[in-house]
């Protein structure tokens, strides 16, 4: 019986040694690999991207509706992805105001500025739209402009628009 003891105390100890010889080996080549996996991997300047607030990542160019004296325009307007779906970016894209060459241009937007998509959802064809206070004395025409700029991509069949979760009393175009 103090046989089996002893062995398997032994088997204890030369497992407790080989364990910590395991781990000093490990942090030692950790310690001598992570400045090159740092380097790789150029975590450095993700980190600094990161603090700055700046995403580099990628965009996607999508048609909007803007107007012009003779009426609506098509137009075409960059929105960084940001790991959002395209009815996201569809109404991002709506919401945006015209930049200096749109206004050189003579194209404006009726949506109020300052307007800011606060949620939005679709299902069965049917999509609702939450959008900031900005939207609340807005005329049809900035209603139809963000609708029309949806419809350019992304189908559905009628939108309800909603100002700070309340439904709107604007009507969609159907």
């Known amino acids: 019986m103090d046989e089996g003891k ?3 105390i032994r088997y204890r100890v030369i497992f407790s040694v080989l364990l910590i010889i ?3 080996l490990v942090s030692v080549l950790g310690y001598y690999r992570i400045p090159l996996i740092i380097e790789k991997f ?3 300047e993700h ?3 990161y603090m700055k607030g700046e995403d580099e990542g990628l965009s996607i160019t999508l048609p909007r509706i803007l107007y012009s004296a003779s009426g609506p325009v098509k137009d075409n307007v960059q929105i960084p992805v940001l790991n959002r779906d395209t009815l996201h970016l ?3 894209a709506a919401l945006l105001q015209p ?3 749109d206004l050189a241009n003579g194209l404006v937007s009726f949506i109020p500025e300052g307007t800011s998509l606060i949620g ?3 299902k ?3 999509i609702y739209i939450d959008l900031s206070e900005e939207m609340k004395d807005a005329g049809k025409r900035a209603y139809e402009e963000i609708e029309r700029t949806i419809a350019l991509s992304y189908p559905f069949k009628a939108i309800r628009f909603m100002i700070s979760g309340k439904l709107s009393e604007s009507e969609s175009l159907d």
């Open 120 to 122: 939005i959802s679709e």
């Open 42 to 44: 150029s975590l450095m």
């Open 47 to 49: 980190i600094a991207l």
């Open 22 to 24: 395991l781990i000093v």
């Open 90 to 92: 569809a109404a991002e």
């Open 124 to 126: 069965g064809g049917y």
């Open 6 to 8: 002893e062995s398997r």
């Open 99 to 101: 930049d200096d060459e």
